[in-house]
């Protein structure tokens, strides 16, 4: 009986480890998945501004704490000020590598995101630190879980529940306002939607703003679950993210956010009842799967490419 | 001219407000102090102001010449290709004298120049074997330094175990990692380019994490020490002559791998990975096995990988996983981009930049990566056909009296 009780919080341990980095994957996902909608492109580059966000949130939340605020107020302004670079970021990405090389090869504004990429980690070494930086536990005392504090950490707690809520903003944003609608119709058919009168590259901007900003929000829940950041995070990350955007079904919006799911509970259960050695290799092992068996992802629709 | 400074300041200002909370500002959480760095707003604001006018002009420079080179692309062929024919020629004379000064190098070099000069060259085989996937079948292949970790681990394991030597693992290391460039070609083959990088990453992370962590075969993050370098007919040379041997070897295999990619390039099998890349369905259509195609490009490209994995084992006599990091493949894939996609002379060229002149001007060491990634912007936004464009081979028709071609041009008609 004992021996089935552990074995049973053992495994909702996993189950909200696996559900806690399921959603920020998702959060990410979200990113990749609506600028691939709106201009086909795989921003690669999204995972580097998931990382400054991290960065500009730990500044911020750093000066804040010498000048003595109180923890939520911390919190407040460090994800808001992370939010609002982050999608000054992702704008003038946009701006800088992408918007020059519309209409270009298709390998061009690919090989210009890995450049941006690589540009903007080494900038975040130097311009900050090639070490790991120790990030506040700005999340920790937001709830006093008590007794189910063995199966899910208040941290883990704040996360879903934000970016939960988060998601929701961004399916009504989609679903219900002119903005979402105007993103749709340009996903569908640019031409014709410039046609009926929608800013095409205003649309587009505001798409990369979006997912940037979401991208900050899950950095800043993530380390401070955490405790620690480095120019490295948003690499792995980034990919995880894109795996769980083409599992989900890439250009889905609620394919992202299941993606992110499945993937955050397959990793989660395989470290903790396979190995933790091969964590990555499994996300990695998942994608190159999908690819093959179905490209499509669970909720997309596959096309047909036509001559 | 008011419309520009105008433009550039409020430029200027934008990006001082972006790498403020990074560039200014350095928050030590734990000592709670704050690193103020407040001359790094000038070099910010002056840096973007300049570079965002030389980047406005560029752009529009290259906007116009995009629209009058439309309407002027027919009818002028036949004097380009004569044009062409001589600039292949140029080309050559050019690797020729490349190679003359490369050979005699090591004569008057010291042996840590000799060893940047090695350096340089195994990136020149490494950027051509991936101009074959990328530039020329035009398969973005992310993750080429895994073929480049099976070479060197090849080489490590073997003679760590067997005692086998450098110029046996050399064949064996090239076969193995060819055929791993077929494995992976075979699951990629239905997906189209993004997709297929996104893959080929996953690939090359997987291989690395694999290597780090089978303990039991790789030795782990450790690595494998002690790798001999090759004997000169059974000859012991000093250190400084093992160099020298080293770099005649190099040179040697840059030679060869010059020599196969551009007897390649003029095959049915390049000309095939040509129409790959430009067009797949349109190639299906010309009777082109597709399969066939990208598997080869996948193979060969790797094989080179693998022999400059051997040669950089012998090297550094050390071998670990941290040498085979995705930024290893970013830098191979600059290399490739920088010099032209699918142009052999543009590789040599783009591996001397990227390599040498970060050795050479010390300073920008730092800064290294830094240029890298925004040389690979620059790039592609001014000239994403590279350094020096790679030319079609083209066929003239011999020279002929006009009127008589006419006369054949009908009498063929008819």
Known sequence: MQALNESGSFFLELFFSGLTRGSIYALIALGYTMVYGIIGLINFAHGEIYMIGAFVGLTVAGILSILQFNLIAILVLAALFAMVYAAAYGYTIEKVAYKPLRGSTRLAPLISAIGMSMFLREYVILAQTPDFVSFPALTEGLFDLGAFSSMIQPTELVILIFSFLMMAGLFILIKKTKIGKAMRAISQDREMAMLLGVNSDRMISLTFMIGSALAAFGAILISAHVGQINYNIGFVVGIKAFTAAVLGGIGSIPGAALGGIILGLTESFATGYVSSDYEDVFAFGILVLILIFKPAGILGKSTTEKV | MVE???????????????????????????????????????????????????WRYFLKRKNESDKSSEGKNQGTSASTSRFQVQKIFEHKFALLGILIAAAIVPQFMSTYQTSIFITAMMYVVLGLGLNIVVGMAGLLDLGYVAFYAVGAY??????????????????????????FGVLLGIPVLRLRGDYLAIVTLGFGEIVRLVLENWDVVTRGPSGIPGIPKPAFFGVKLGFAGNMTYLFYIILA??????????????????????????????CQAMGIDTTKAKLAAFGLGAFWAGIIGVFFAAKSSFVSPMSFTFFESAIILSIVVLGGMGSVLGVILAAGILILLPEYLRFMADYRLLIFGALMVVMMVFKPGGLITNIRQQYTLPKRNSKEELAELHSSET
């Open chain 2, 154 to 179: 090849t080489y490590g394991l073997l003679n760590l175990h067997f005692g086998l030597g450098f110029w046996i693992s050399i064949p064996i290391a090239g076969v193995l990692a060819a055929s």
């Open chain 2, 253 to 282: 295999l840059v030679v060869i791998a010059m020599v196969a990619t551009r007897r390649l390039q003029s095959s049915r099998i390049g000309r095939s990975w040509v129409a790959l890349r430009e067009d797949e369905i349109a």
């Open chain 2, 4 to 54: 520009n400074i105008k433009k550039s300041s409020i430029i200027a200002v934008w990006f001082i407000f972006l790498s403020f909370p990074l560039v200014v500002l350095r928050v030590d959480y734990i000592d709670k102090t704050i690193d103020y760095r407040w001359h790094n707003i000038l070099w910010i604001g002056i840096g973007a102001f300049f570079i965002s006018w030389v």
